[in-house]
């Protein structure tokens, strides 16, 4: 009876860890942060530069570190091309 509360124990642990692991997204693909710097609701389009400046100030430090972190791994930036772009223009919270 043991090793069978102990296996069911078990896989429940690893079924959990293993959902929390797979929900991580980067902050880059959160519609709700990353809308206020595109024109369209497919975040294809961003909008000006100046627009974009006043959208990232609007942000907490937090998120704005959070995301120039991200666009400092290559691959998240090579998703995120423009966007990481932008934010290294105006050197982060500039």
Known sequence: MN???LTMGAMA???MTGSALAGKT??????????PF????GMKTMKS???FKTAW????EED???MMKECGDEAIAKEHDNFCKM???LGGAN
């Open 87 to 89: 934010t290294k223009q």
């Open 13 to 15: 642990l690893a079924i």
């Open 26 to 35: 980067s902050a880059l693909d959160d519609p709700a942060k990353m809308s």
């Open 38 to 41: 595109f024109t369209d609701a």
């Open 49 to 51: 530069e100046a627009e």
């Open 57 to 60: 100030m609007a942000m907490t």
């Open 64 to 66: 704005r570190a959070s």
């Open 3 to 5: 090793l069978k509360t």
